[in-house]
């Protein structure tokens, strides 16, 4: 029997809808890429040339074939658009951050509920090579109890960048803690569930700087389990993402996912060579026998693969199964991101 594709619209055709949503539901056979709005550049039709490109969101909107429309807008524009789709009877693929405070995924869920229509959650990062690996670790025992972990997401760009809404205080999520914790945030739910307490620290760097250029996450769990989630954009030398401390021994892994630098440079999804990592990219780890003598092992790291996200879109809605980003991981990174500065 043949399968049923999800027709699918994206409404932008910038960085993230080039690069992250367009090759997988171009490739992926389980979705067919019906419709882009782009409102000034005219470009897809040179990539894709039987993709429809709309003028509006309401165009796309009211198009009776599209099935699931990606909200990959400007951050203070998500919440608007995604309740408009979900109202024209659409399931959403909503990108990070979801939207900037609790009352508005409140009522998204609600119109959700309502309309029949699912709320899907883009967070891509769960997909990484990188942190695959460092979840599997953890999960597997070796490293014993979990006492500390570090999660880290570093940059380095003294400027600022040109996209207003991420640099002007004037929109609630603007800054790096809305632009890469989310990212951090769901990592760390994801495989340690939601911590007792929060500890928020942001911090303003760059020269004339309206928003914060640094933050950090201290999560409290219980039995004394302690993660702290850094970003930082001026970070010149990156430090290990990933540094996981146990009672019977230490993980560490560096940032070193190419799917986005591979996506970049125009690579598809399907490509043989895609989501591997080169050689010399293993985690290293280091266990502590019961003699206290210690062994070290490079290990390499599971092909990385943001198709994942997409097949489980494609199981949630054909074949019934749970979508594992939860909205109640999207509640706690909301209320994570809202939290009071540490003083």
Do not use: C
């Not at 994206?10 to 809808?17: A, D, E, K, V, W």
């Not at 293993?282 to 070290?296: H, N, W, Y």
């Not at 790291?301 to 996200?309: C, I, P």
């Not at 594992?324 to 990174?333: A, L, S």
């Amino acid at each position: 029997m043949e399968k049923q594709r999800i027709n699918t619209g994206i409404l932008s055709f910038g960085m993230s809808g080039r690069v992250f949503h367009a090759p997988f539901i171009y490739t992926n056979e389980n979705f067919n890429f019906t419709a882009v709005v782009e409102r000034t550049k005219k470009i897809v039709k040179e990539i894709y040339p039987d993709v429809k490109s709309y003028n509006s969101v309401n165009e796309l909107l009211a198009d009776d074939n599209i099935e699931l429309v990606i909200v990959n807008t400007p951050n203070y524009t998500h919440f608007e658009f995604a309740k408009e789709s979900l109202e024209a009877g659409k399931h959403i693929l909503l990108e990070k951050p979801a939207v900037d405070n609790l009352g508005q995924l409140e009522k998204l869920n609600e119109i959700s509920e309502k309309t029949g229509k699912k709320i899907f959650f883009y967070q891509n990062r769960r997909y990484d090579s990188h942190f695959m690996q460092v979840k599997e670790v953890i999960e597997s025992g070796q490293l014993g109890k979990i006492i500390e972990v570090h999660i880290r997401f570093d940059r380095y760009n003294m400027q600022l960048g040109p996209k207003e809404f991420k640099e002007n205080s004037h929109y609630a999520s603007s800054g790096v803690a809305y632009d890469l914790g989310p990212h951090v945030l769901d990592q760390a739910f994801s495989v340690f569930g939601k911590p007792n307490n929060i500890i928020k620290t942001t911090g303003i760097n760059r020269p004339g700087s309206q928003v914060p250029d640094f933050f950090n996450f201290h999560l409290l769990y219980p039995d004394n389990l302690h993660v702290f989630l850094t970003g930082n954009l001026l970070v010149a030398d990156p430090q290990p993402a990933f540094v996981v401390h146990g009672s019977r021994g230490t993980f560490t892994k560096k940032m070193v996912d190419v799917q986005e630098r591979q996506l970049i440079d125009g690579m598809l999804p399907d490509a043989p060579g895609y989501g591997i990592e080169p050689a010399g990219s293993e985690g290293k780890l280091v266990i502590v026998d019961r003699k206290g003598e210690k062994s070290t092992s490079l290990l390499p790291a599971q092909k990385g693969s943001y198709n994942l996200l997409f097949d489980a879109i494609y199981d949630s809605l054909r074949n019934q199964v749970s979508y594992p980003i939860t909205i109640d991981q999207i509640k706690w990174q909301i209320e994570a991101l809202q939290t009071s500065d540490f003083s």
